[in-house]
């Protein structure tokens, strides 16, 4: 079968090779795959900077953003069957042994499509039932955007246990930094729980503008308004969830969240810039005010159930929303010419099957 391929460590290596067919183990589900979602983790695997294959491969096979349906009868799931699969896989630590293998205490962890596990981008794919998510056919159309939209799930569910420090929050406003598919899913979040929000991104983009408009969130541009001058239009920011790639933007973040207010952290900023910082001011905004702060990786089964939810409270609320988030897509075969991030997208999706 052919599938979307890099040889790890190699930038440029990205190429849609024929690989051999998975092989489904007992009590394994066969999926046929639709679409697959690419991202900023596999451009970078592309460039060469991050990826393992599996033990024993050569190449491999990336994406992990997937959909697709079960390609026959298996268990409790029946053949055509929408499906989206989880990406970590656990080692034996206490934490992956209760099924919260996103918060692995050892690291021995693997992931499809990126770390030792070969990913969803090809025909088909073969996983355990405990990975796979059924999902509404009503949203089978944009379920590719479920694994992207976890991030915030967790990120919200994280928070919601913490902030449980004080007897009383009411969080009313937020700023979600960084206009791609990851911020934008996370407004729809913040949305859904009733906040006000503004998403912000560098360079102002006025169909950004009109598209967030729909889901009634406000929008600004760091060239035009500095993003403290858009924190000071709320009387108080309760949650800040930054999703930029930058890290002096996440430093700057810690500054815009108010008292008792919380800070989510989503960018994984692999490239070792270093920046000056007002050190003393951020820390003491954040000891005064009383300031979570909270890095947020990959997500549990509890928060790929919730976005399933919340994708479908998203489409009944905001009609075909979700579909234009999905800006370009390319035939398995052109994959590999869609890997390099391309900042005029919001989500590229490679679309495999029927
Ligand atoms: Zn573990």
């Known amino acids: 079968m052919r599938a979307l391929t890099v040889e790890p460590g190699r930038a440029g290596s990205g190429a849609v090779r024929v690989v051999p067919e998975p092989v489904v183990a007992e009590g394994e589900v066969l999926v046929d795959v639709v679409r697959v979602g690419l991202c900023g983790t596999d451009a970078e695997i592309e460039r060469g900077e991050y990826g393992r294959a599996p033990d024993g491969a050569d190449v491999l096979v990336i994406g ?6 079960v390609a026959r009868d298996a268990g409790s799931l029946k053949a055509g069957t929408p499906v989206v699969a989880s990406v970590r896989r656990p080692d034996g630590c206490p934490n992956c042994l209760l099924g919260e293998q996103d918060m692995c205490l050892w690291g021995g962890f693997l992931e499809r499509g990126i770390e ?19 999902v509404p056919e009503t949203i089978a159309d944009v379920a590719v955007l479920l694994e992207p939209l976890t991030i915030s799930e967790k990120g919200w569910r994280h928070i919601s246990v913490a902030q449980r420090r004080m007897t009383v929050w009411e969080p009313r406003a937020a700023i979600v930094a960084g206009g791609g598919p990851v911020g934008i899913l996370a407004a729809v979040k913040l949305r859904l729980q009733g906040l006000d929000v503004t998403v912000v991104e560098r360079r102002h983009k006025p169909e950004k503008e009109a598209l967030l408009a729909r889901i009634g969130a406000g929008y600004a541009a760091t060239s035009v308004t500095p993003l403290a001058a858009v924190a000071a239009r709320s009387k108080r920011i309760d949650v800040v969830i930054e999703a930029t790639g930058t890290s002096a933007i996440a430093f700057e973040c810690l500054r815009l969240v108010g008292a008792n207010g919380a800070v989510i952290l989503t960018s994984v900023t692999g490239a070792g810039r270093s920046s000056l910082l007002p050190a003393d001011l951020i820390n003491q ?8 702060v909270l890095g947020v990786v990959n997500a549990k089964s509890d928060d790929f159930r919730q976005g399933i939810a919340d994708l479908a409270e998203a489409e009944r609320r905001w009609p075909g929303f979700l579909s234009t988030l999905i800006t370009r897509r390319v035939p398995l075969a052109d994959a590999a010419s869609a890997l390099p991030h391309d900042p005029s997208q919001i989500k590229t999706v490679v679309e495999v099957g029927p």
């Not at 992990?64 to 349906?69: A, K, L, N, P, V």
């Open 116 to 134: 030792g596990l070969h990913g969803f981008c090809a025909e088909r794919f073969a996983e355990r039932p405990e990975y796979l998510f059924a």
């Open 64 to 69: 992990h953003e997937s959909f697709g349906r």
């Open 285 to 292: 905004n954040l000891v005064l005010d009383n300031i979570l």
